[in-house]
């Protein structure tokens, strides 16, 4: 199990971090984000987003559930909040859409057996008005390339 915390005192320090994972993106790749209403994720999958070339805009997807972003490989992206049971999670096929793109996962706790033994987890606390703390988890090769991306950087 590979670690790393980070300090973020800003929206745009967060989508920072997560461009430089969006750089690294590849396919198969899955990243779930943990953390209370407001804690930054959909901050974070923005700056995923722009590593990865898209230049359109990356919303909050309470309601949609999923969305979808094309740049250097495509990028979906779920959000599980408003799931009413866990196994409506499989309705989305998560599973299936890892074949041609990465995926990250708002709210992973809502359906915990979507998450890949593999995945990146990210859990980001608020600390005040403008800081928040990002802890990231790697307990794999896949995830520890993500994680090395994050932390070797800039
Ligand atoms: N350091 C920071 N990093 C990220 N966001 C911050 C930071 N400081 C303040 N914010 C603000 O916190 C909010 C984070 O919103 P965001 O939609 O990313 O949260 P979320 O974790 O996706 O919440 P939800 O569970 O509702 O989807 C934004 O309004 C953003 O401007
Ligand atoms: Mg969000």
Redesign the pocket.
Known sequence: MTEATFV????E???ALGERVGRALEAGDVIV?S???????????QGLARGLGFEGRVS?K?FVLMGEYAGRIKLYHA?L?RLDEPEMAEDLGLGEVTADGALVV??PERAEYVVPPDALRGR?EVVD????RLHFSAADGRAERLLRALTEEG
């Open positions: 973020s005192s800003s929206p320090e967060t989508r984000l953390g209370e209403l407001g804690a930054g994720k959909t901050v974070f999958v909050s309470s959000d909040y708002e709210w980001f008005a403008g800081t928040r």
